[in-house]
C-alpha cells in the first residue's frame, strides 16, 4: 500500500512539474522582484543603442530583428537574444537623493545610450555613465525615474556589440523534416524534388523532368548544405549592386516548400573573387584577404550575401546527383541465393538460410559467411557513377561488352524473383570503371569494379572449413575471417 502510495506521489509531481513547464514556456520568462521594466521578450520593438566605437538600431518586423542602422540587414536572432534579455530583465541597484549632474557619475557624457521602444510605443532611455568606485559596475541613468542607478559590467558587454558580428550570416534556417517540395531552375532545365507517398510513407523522389527515386541521404544532405552556409561579406540592396553580382540573371534558383509556410526562394548569381575582411586581435587594424565568392540573395531580405563559391558547388546539383544511382534495390534479408557465371575465374551457385550459406557448385558445403556476405554488401551498395544508356530496349549492348558479359551475377530474392546483374567491358580510357546493366531495365551503367573485386577466384575460397560458431555449435568460424583478425570469444572484453 506505502510503495502504491509512494509511486502515486511520484507520477503526481511529474505532471505538475511538466504543467508549470509548459506554462513557464507559454507565458514566457519569470519576470523577478526589482527589475526596472519586467519585459517579455515580445513586448520589445526597437532598440538603439551608440557607444564609443559602435553603434546600432534593431527593430522587430514579425517574428525578426533587423538592423535599420548603420546598416539594413537582418538580426541573428541567437545572437542578438542576449541583448534583448538583458534589457526586459534589467535589475539594477538604485540610490535615490543623488545629484545625477555630478561629474562624478559621468551622465553627461555616456560611454553607452540606449534607447528602448516597448509595449505600446512606449520609450526608456538607459545611460550608463563613469565606472563606479565600488568595481564592476557603472553609474547610469534612466529616463522617467529620478534615482541614480548601478549596473553591472556585464549588461554593457551584452549591449555594446559590433552590429557586423550580429548579422545573420546564415541564407535560411531549414529544418529538413519539414520541407516538403525542392524545385531547382538552372540554365540546363528544371528539377523537381518532393515528398510523395509509397506504401504508406512519404518518400523523396524527383518528379521533373520525369518520375525516379531520389537518393534519400543525397537529398538530406543538399538541405544541410543550404542551410549551413555562412555568408563571409554583405553587399546592400540595390538595383546597381544586382546587376555586378549577377542576381538580376541569376544562375541558380531554387525554392524551398515547408509545411504549413511560404515557399522560400533562393537566388545564385555570379562567381569571382572579392576581398574579404579578416578578424584580428582586438586593437589592432583588420585586414583583408582575397577569397572566391558566390553572390546570394533570399526572398523576403532585402540585402545580398557573399558566400564561400563552393557553397554554389554544394547547391548546383544535376538529376543524377540527386537521384537514387542502385542498380538495384535490395536488401540483405530478402536475398536468399547466388549464381555466379564467369569468363575467368570461378563459377558457382550459394543459396542463403537465416543462419548460414550453403554451396551448392562447384563444390558442396557450408559457404564462407565472411566472403559471401562481402558480395552481398557490395551488390546492395553498387551504384551508378553514370548513366551511359537510359530506358532504351534497343540498345546496341555489344558495343559495351553486354551482349556476351564477362559476369553475369543471378540474384534470388524472396518471393522467387530473380534479379540479373550483368557485367561488360572496360570503359576506355578510365581505369577500375565497367559497363553494366541489369536484368530489370533497359539502361547501360558505368560502374566502378568493387563487385568483381569480391568475387573468389577458387572454389575453395567459397568454403567455410570449421563449424559455424553463430550456428551453435560452440566453435566460430575462422576461415572466413580476414588476414590478421581476431575471433571474439565469448566473457571477452
Given amino acids: 500500500m506505502k510503495r502504491r502510495y509512494v509511486r502515486t506521489l511520484i507520477v503526481g509531481l511529474i505532471f505538475v512539474g511538466l504543467v508549470i513547464w509548459i506554462m513557464l514556456n507559454e507565458r514566457g520568462r519569470v519576470v523577478e522582484k526589482g527589475e526596472v521594466f519586467a519585459l517579455q521578450l515580445t513586448d520589445l520593438s526597437r532598440v538603439s543603442m551608440k557607444a564609443t566605437e559602435h553603434q546600432y538600431t534593431l527593430e522587430r518586423r514579425g517574428e525578426d530583428w533587423w538592423f535599420t542602422e548603420p546598416f539594413e540587414g537582418l538580426a541573428d536572432s541567437d545572437k542578438i537574444k542576449p541583448i534583448l534579455d538583458a534589457v526586459a530583465s534589467l535589475k539594477p541597484l538604485a540610490r535615490e537623493d543623488q545629484n545625477l549632474s555630478d561629474p562624478e557619475f559621468g551622465l553627461q557624457a555616456p560611454v553607452v545610450t540606449l534607447d528602448v521602444t516597448y ?28 534615482a541614480l542607478f548601478l549596473i553591472d559590467q556585464l549588461f554593457k558587454s551584452q549591449v555594446d556589440q559590433d ?77 546597381e549592386n544586382l ?30 573573387e572579392r576581398e574579404i575582411k579578416q578578424p584580428g586581435a582586438p586593437g ?40 537514387d544511382k542502385h542498380l538495384m ?37 557450408r559457404g564462407a559467411s565472411f566472403k559471401l556476405d562481402g558480395l552481398v554488401s557490395n551488390l546492395i551498395d553498387l551504384q551508378a557513377i553514370r548513366y551511359e544508356v537510359e530506358g532504351d530496349p534497343k540498345v546496341a549492348l555489344g ?29 576506355p580510357e578510365e581505369t577500375g570503371r565497367l559497363y553494366a546493366r541489369t536484368s530489370t531495365a533497359h539502361d547501360v551503367y558505368v560502374i566502378d569494379d568493387t563487385v568483381l573485386q569480391a568475387l573468389p577466384e577458387t572454389a575453395d575460397e567459397l568454403l567455410a572449413t570449421t563449424p559455424d560458431y553463430s550456428a551453435g555449435n560452440g566453435m566460430f568460424d575462422m576461415s572466413d575471417m580476414p588476414p590478421g583478425a581476431m575471433p571474439y570469444s565469448p566473457g571477452a572484453p
Fill in 329 to 365: 534495390l535490395l536488401t540483405r534479408e530478402k536475398i536468399k541465393g547466388l549464381a555466379v557465371a564467369r569468363e575467368k575465374g570461378v563459377s558457382f551457385r550459394a543459396i542463403r538460410s537465416d543462419t548460414e550459406w550453403q554451396i551448392q557448385a562447384p563444390k558442396t558445403g
Fill in 243 to 272: 546587376v555586378a553580382t549577377g542576381l538580376d540573371k541569376p544562375a541558380l534558383t531554387l525554392s524551398c516548400e515547408v509545411k504549413g509556410q511560404k515557399a522560400v526562394t533562393v537566388w545564385l548569381g555570379k562567381q569571382e
Fill in 399 to 427: 558495343k559495351y561488352g553486354l551482349q556476351a558479359p564477362q559476369v553475369a551475377i543471378t540474384i534470388a530474392v524472396e518471393g522467387g524473383q530473380q534479379i540479373v546483374l550483368y557485367v561488360g567491358s572496360e570503359v
Fill in 284 to 323: 589592432e587594424t583588420a585586414s583583408t584577404s582575397p577569397q572566391q565568392v558566390v553572390y546570394v540573395m533570399r526572398a523576403g531580405r532585402a540585402e545580398i550575401l557573399a558566400l564561400p563559391a563552393s557553397y554554389f558547388a554544394s547547391l548546383d546539383k544535376t538529376l543524377l546527383d540527386l537521384r
Fill in 163 to 239: 552590429p557586423e558580428e550580429l548579422r545573420d550570416k546564415r541564407v535560411l534556417k531549414l529544418a529538413t523534416d519539414e520541407t516538403e517540395r525542392l524545385p531547382l531552375w538552372r540554365p540546363e532545365g528544371t528539377l523537381v524534388v518532393g515528398l510523395v507517398p509509397l506504401a504508406g510513407e512519404p518518400t523523396w523522389q524527383i518528379t521533373s523532368p520525369r518520375k525516379l527515386p531520389a537518393d534519400k541521404s543525397s537529398v538530406e544532405g543538399y538541405f544541410r548544405a543550404l542551410s549551413e552556409g555562412e555568408a563571409v561579406d554583405f553587399l546592400a540592396y540595390t538595383r
Fill in 119 to 146: 509595449g505600446r510605443n512606449r520609450t526608456a532611455t538607459i545611460r550608463l555613465g563613469a565606472e563606479s568606485p565600488l568595481g564592476q559596475k557603472y553609474f547610469a541613468s534612466i529616463s522617467g525615474k529620478s
